[in-house]
């Protein structure tokens, strides 16, 4: 059914497509038209690199009895981070910034997942592996896959040494190489597309049953173009949406192969870089995508049962994803829309003394439920602190409880833990006292 939807689907975008070249409507920003052609592609030799060892695009493999896929988008403002679990295996891609290695570490806790079959750092970007660090101080994983294994920053080297550490190391995947993720596979169908950083991202596709998922990092056009001509299927339900809704990624000729019904923009609200741009709406509404936004709707989590994909999003599920773009001002949320929030009881952390010296100020917030108590407890090596500041409070109207409190001049150096609790929930944070 799918595939007879994705024929229609060509058709209708192949026709809008050409009218678009008619009115040459796009923008000098396009795609270049010695690489763009109207006729679609046909299926072409793959490159030698390839295993078809997987099932062919047409075998459909049957899914064991209460599989099912979920793959989470987290809205981790202007980056990009997505958890993948199906049958009790989990994936990772990419972290958000360096600021997300608290929500990371907390998302990874509250689900418990203490195992990632596998964490992909799509690219060296700050606002793609910054985060990943929190991941690994949760859970360790069996394959760290980046484009890179080193890149001169330094967010990349801590990155590096904690995927060292934790991660089995830093691994260059290829095109064609697959994985497995329960009854779900990882393709790869590219990687240093081209030398600019955000064109080396890995990008690879997730395919469960009848549906899949296409994820792109910050791929421009000119790797969109390798991909392109390296003949893999792209065809997916949902697409992420290459480098944040940028009018230099989602060309054309690649959003026609992959035909998506449904896609996700990961972007932050009033980011300096006008993303999404109005070219990438434009051409994701010609192509009648339902398209969602971290900006305007939090979190926004599909499930898939293998043959249909259903959406929930953290907030403003109708919200108008494709109209004029208001960068500036936050999305107005209605206040019915406003009780519908997470209704599961969470903990997150929002600042959390990762290492703090003797003598300095520590400090945790975290985001709970509306005016709840919540109690706090610093293990040390003599036992929990009495220090003052660290009494029980009561959260805000919008559920952020702070704590702040000095780490005494004679507090043993070592790694001890933090605990908060509340509402039901109990959040543990490691912190590392130095001298
Ligand atoms: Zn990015």
């Known amino acids: 059914m799918y595939h007879k939807q994705k024929t229609i689907r060509s058709v209708l975008l192949a026709a809008v497509l050409a009218l678009s070249l008619l009115l040459g409507g796009c923008g000098v920003d396009d795609v ?3 690489t763009q052609s109207a006729s679609p592609t046909v299926q072409t030799t793959l490159p030698e690199t390839y295993q078809p060892d997987t099932q062919p695009e047409t075998t459909v493999p049957t899914l064991p009895q209460g599989s099912e896929l979920q793959v989470r988008f987290l809205d981790v403002g202007q980056a990009d981070a997505a ?4 049958d009790g295996h989990h994936m ?3 972290g958000g910034n360096r600021g997300d290695s608290n929500l990371i570490y907390s998302v990874l806790q509250r689900e418990e997942i203490s195992y990632l079959d596998m964490v992909v750092a799509t690219h060296a970007h700050e606002d793609h592996i910054g985060g990943l660090p929190g991941a690994f101080q949760y859970a360790s994983a069996g394959l760290t896959l980046c484009p890179v294994t080193a890149y001169d920053s330094d967010v990349f080297e801590t990155f590096a040494a904690k995927a060292q550490e934790r991660g089995g190391g830093l691994t260059v995947p290829q095109p064609g190489d697959t994985y497995p993720l329960g009854s779900a596979t990882v393709t790869i169908l590219g990687v240093n597309g081209a030398e600019d950083t955000n064109n080396t991202s890995i990008v690879l596709r997730i395919d469960y049953g009848e549906t899949a998922f296409l994820f792109t990092g910050d791929a421009e056009r000119e790797a969109e173009q390798v991909i392109l001509d390296s003949g893999l299927p792209l065809g997916a339900t949902v697409l992420k949406v290459g480098h ?3 009018d230099t990624s989602t060309t054309y000729p690649f959003l026609r192969e992959i035909m998506p019904q449904y896609a996700v923009i990961s972007v932050g609200t009033g980011n300096s870089y006008g993303h999404p741009c109005e070219d990438t709406l434009s051409r994701l509404r010609d192509a009648d995508v339902k398209v969602f936004r971290t900006d ?3 979190d926004i989590v599909f499930t898939s049962d293998g043959k249909t994909v259903t959406a929930q999003t953290q907030r403003n599920q109708n919200a108008d994803t494709l109209g004029p773009v208001t960068p500036t001002e936050p999305p107005e949320t209605q206040p019915e829309e406003e009780t519908q929030a997470p209704s599961q009881e969470e903990i997150r952390v929002l600042a959390w003394p990762e290492t703090v010296g003797q003598n300095e100020t520590a400090t945790v917030t975290i985001q709970g439920l509306p005016n709840t108590l919540y ?3 610093v293990h040390y090596k003599s036992g929990p602190s009495s220090a003052q500041g660290l009494e029980d409070k009561t959260s805000d ?7 702040s409190w000095k780490v005494g001049g004679r507090t043993s ?4 833990n933090i605990t908060v609790s509340g509402g039901g929930e109990t959040l543990t944070l490691p912190f590392t006292v130095t001298e």
């Open 413 to 416: 150096p070592g790694t001890f």
């Open 83 to 86: 958890l993948i679990s199906c």
């Open 397 to 403: 109207n919008s559920g952020q409880v702070s704590w």
């Open 244 to 246: 944040h809704g940028s």
């Open 32 to 34: 270049s038209p010695t």
């Open 92 to 94: 990772l891609i990419d």
């Open 375 to 377: 109690s706090i407890t």
């Open 296 to 298: 305007m709707q939090g």
